[in-house]
């Protein structure tokens, strides 16, 4: 699946399953620009890729401001838009509905909804008008799907990335540009490190094969995603979850 003369963009590429994209798509030989808002974890990523002419961005996916400055400077160094975008960005701020903060509602809509819209409307705009039939990728989740005690906020917006995807798919086909989801069940990094064991062991329980997934296995399912062997495929959400939620 190699990707040579490809340029990939990768938001929350600092770590998890972003750095696991970043690092997947460089070993395929893409170009890749790796963005977070921690620049010290998107430098981290960058060492670990192969020597090609990567680029590290510190970017805020939330504000527009942000993004369109995360652009420019890729069109400063590349003089064009990226082929491949995969929106990993994303936060949790559980907590039970009934007493779930306004402000913790809103902050993981903007991150994990309004940052994938914001994202995939600049970067596919730039395709558009740069004639690049280009494959962009969101990372929803499977609680998009089943719903999630205590991911009131984070369930409704992985259901809208689910949404989103869907919709981008038929808007921005006839430009050749294709837009897919990975719902991922639990895999083995930071953002679930913070369950606690016990609830980790049940959740466990519950998934037909037995274990937590790694980055690796969503980071494979982008690869194929971002490829020409996936060149009939879009608007798809691709189910990575060991089972779960089937
Ligand atoms: N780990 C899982 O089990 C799991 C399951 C389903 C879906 N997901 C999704 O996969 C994606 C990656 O998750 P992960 O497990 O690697 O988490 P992670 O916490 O390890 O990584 C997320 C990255 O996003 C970055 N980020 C957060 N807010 C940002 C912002 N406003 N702008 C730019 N970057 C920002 C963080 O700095 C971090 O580097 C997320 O969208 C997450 O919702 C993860």
Known sequence: MGLSGKLALVTGGGRGIGRAVCQILSRENAQVIVTDLNLDNCNQTLQSLSQLSH??????VSSSNSVKLCFEQILDKYKRAPDIIVN????TKDGFLL???EQDFDQVIDVNLKGTFLVTQTGAGLMKDQGIQGSIVNIASIVGKTGNIGQANYTA???GVIGFTKTAAKELGKFGI???AVLPGFIQTAMTDAVPDKVKEKIVAEIPLGHLGQPEDIAYTCLFLASSRSKYITGASIEVAGGLGV
Do not use: T
Request: charged residues 25%.
């Open 157 to 159: 917006s992985k259901a």
């Open 99 to 101: 007493r779930m903060k």
């Open 178 to 180: 294709r837009v897919n």
């Open 88 to 91: 990993s960005a994303g936060i």
């Open 55 to 60: 680029l590290a961005v510190q970017s805020d």
